[in-house]
């Protein structure tokens, strides 16, 4: 099993940023690719980004390309979303998930409770 825990949500303006953690405990963190989903209110959960268990490959959803970063720190056992140039269509609770690279994204086997983000206009 693997416990996933996220952090950092919050309500911004739109062009501000935020920056989210997701802290795993159990199993070898290194062991597993890491990604982010999210869910909009009335939507269906949605892929964001992918990173592979080393840090090496990363993968980002066409909506978020070159406005979130995604990297992992195997030491602290830590997951980050750097999110810059916030829009009011990126709300949503924001999901950490561990589980296998399937390239352009990943299966989840795991995930954490989720954080809310809030962009105003």
């Not at 290194?30 to 080393?54: C, D, H, L």
């Not at 830590?78 to 994204?105: F, R, S, W």
């Amino acid at each position: 099993q693997v416990q996933l825990v996220e952090s950092g949500g919050g309500l911004v303006q739109a062009g501000e940023s935020l920056r989210l953690s997701c802290v795993a405990s159990g199993r070898p963190f290194n062991g597993y690719a890491m990604g982010w989903f999210r869910q909009a209110p009335g939507k269906e959960r949605e892929f964001v980004a992918v990173i592979n268990s080393n840090g090496g490959l990363t993968k980002h959803a066409d909506s978020v390309k070159d406005r979130f970063t995604i990297s992992r720190d195997n030491g602290k056992n830590t997951l980050y979303l750097q999110m810059d140039n916030l829009k009011p269509e990126d709300t949503a609770v924001y999901y950490c998930a561990a589980g296998i690279l399937e390239i352009p994204t990943m299966r989840p086997d795991y995930w954490g409770q989720g954080t809310q983000v809030t962009v105003s206009s």
